[in-house]
């Protein structure tokens, strides 16, 4: 009887220590000072739109249509920036991506750019 009531003393001081830690992982402050999302959107938007014409070109050369080109590098661009979310730890997203074609060889394309991590996200 003493043996069993000494298990369950155990037991639940092991419950309150474990609680214990648990509780004090959560009064750690994020870092106020991280600015990753802010300069990963920046890099995205001043990266992006040279990435998309150097690829683009590149499939045009080869003889696929100016439109299907700029999909093409949009489609390749957008799984680049998942990728590099993933690796990162940093989503990246492009959202609502449309493609236009505006004759006399311009293209529009426009698009939202989603930028989360783990303290922060921007749309």
Known sequence: MLLATGVVLMMSLLSMAIFS???AGMSVPHEVASDAVIQTSQDVESVLPGLVE???EVWYENGVSALESVTQAMDSSHE?????????GIEVKLINVSITDLGSN????DAELGVSDSDAMLM
Not at 106 to 109: K, T
Request: net charge neutral.
């Open 21 to 23: 830690i648990k509780l």
């Open 54 to 56: 150097a690829r683009a």
């Open 80 to 88: 680049d920036l998942l990728h590099h979310g993933e690796i990162s």
């Open 106 to 109: 311009q293209i529009q394309i």
